[in-house]
């Protein structure tokens, strides 16, 4: 099976802006089929990487923004004229969504666009950009035209299917996340991080800095949360676009002296702030699946998180951790407050959460569920054309 992808990740190129985890999760996706091309939208300067012998990256290497789907399909041009790919496969049902349109519309291989983003019946997300809401029609369009669409959360799934996408379209399989990198850590490195707060306890949030993060709104319920309990300390791991905004607030807050600014940690390091930490928090506005979450649990640390469609998918609430209400202060401090309290609850709730991820999300077989479902797709393809 030969598959092409489309995508808009520049991880897979060698830059830092993604998960560390992108390229080897990419390469091992590689290992279980025959050929995978990736066409990667990109402004100018960027090389074609090779990931592996049968896995390579092509950069669009676009002049503008408006040419990424020209672009792609001038390289896809270029590739299928040495071979047929049987299966396109796009990041987003946007502009991914849209040059994969195009090529499979050309070329007849079969289509399927994934949604990694909870974009559908989701207000939030509208209201963050002006741009989303042409981005909505596009992605209603491509996916009418899609072979088959791949969701990271249930809820998701129900979204589309109450807007009238058939069920039998729709498959849910979450992001492959290797939990066994989280299994070791280095001690030294915890205890160093853990020294520089002694007699506090750490409370850590993980993520690309954007509005959909809600960081305004943790760092207010911050302030809340260390009236009652001054011992407590937040780390926040990550850069983007809203850390200007993060900087200014922190200082309006007077939060200087109880918050740290740990910019962006290199993948390896990352398990070690989750060992370091007592209490993992993710606010967001929207998830579409939450993956630090994942990571939180694999190292056995409560999260205390708002019910996003990719929260519930991950936390059982009361059991595996705590979820809050969208924009809930008051619900969000008194849950913080409570496992801050409570040393006991919090290492239930830590455990009860490890043994729900190791045994849910494991890591080989949601890449072969991946895997199965292109051969399902293409292997689909191959036998309405033998009946013609």
């Not at 050309?106 to 289509?111: A, I, P, T």
């Not at 407590?232 to 993060?246: C, F, H, M, R, Y």
């Not at 060992?275 to 998830?287: C, G, K, N, Q």
């Amino acid at each position: 099976m030969r598959v092409l992808m489309i995508s808009t990740d520049r991880t897979l190129l060698g830059e830092l802006v993604g998960d560390g985890d992108v390229v080897d999760r990419h390469r091992h996706y590689g290992q279980l089929v025959d050929e995978l091309d990736i066409i990667i939208f990109t402004r100018a300067g960027y090389q074609t990487k090779e990931l592996a012998d049968n896995v390579f990256c092509y950069a669009t290497n676009s002049s503008s923004r408006i040419f990424y789907c020209l672009d792609a399909k001038r390289i896809a041009g270029e590739l299928f004229a040495e071979n047929y790919y049987d299966l396109i496969v796009c990041q987003d049902p946007f502009l991914t969504g849209i040059a994969g349109y195009f090529i499979k519309r050309k070329f007849g291989s079969k289509l399927l666009i994934h949604f990694h983003g909870d974009f559908w019946d989701n207000n939030y997300w509208l209201k963050q950009s002006m741009l989303n809401y042409p981005l909505l029609l596009i992605s209603q369009f491509t996916v009418r035209h899609a072979d088959a669409l791949r969701v990271v959360a249930s809820g998701i799934k129900r979204k589309l299917i109450a807007a009238g996408v058939p069920a039998a379209k729709i498959k849910t399989i979450h992001t492959p996340v290797n939990l066994e990198k989280f299994q070791n850590h280095d001690n030294q490195t915890v205890l160093s991080i853990k020294a520089e707060f002694v007699g506090k306890k750490i409370i850590f949030w993980l993520g690309r800095m954007a509005q959909e993060k809600n960081l305004g709104f943790l760092l207010q319920s911050f302030a809340q949360i260390i009236k009652k309990y001054p011992e407590a300390v937040l780390l926040l791991g990550g850069s983007g676009k809203e850390l200007p905004a993060v900087q200014k607030q922190i200082v309006r807050l007077n939060l200087g002296q109880n918050i740290k600014l740990l910019g962006r940690i290199d993948y390896q390091n990352v398990a070690n702030y989750f060992y370091a930490a007592d209490i993992f928090v993710l606010p967001s506005l929207h998830e579409s699946f939450g993956k630090v979450l994942l990571e939180a649990a694999a190292v056995a640390r409560p999260a205390v998180a708002t019910a996003t469609t990719g929260a519930q998918e991950i936390i059982i609430n009361k059991k595996t951790g705590l979820l809050v209400a969208l924009n809930n202060q008051k619900q969000f401090v008194a849950k913080v407050l409570s496992l801050l309290a409570n040393d006991q609850l919090a290492h239930k709730l830590g455990n009860a959460a490890y043994e729900h991820v190791t045994a849910n999300f494991n890591y080989q077989e949601t890449v072969k569920q991946i895997i199965n479902y292109w051969e399902e797709i293409v292997t689909g393809f191959k036998t309405k054309q033998s009946k013609i």
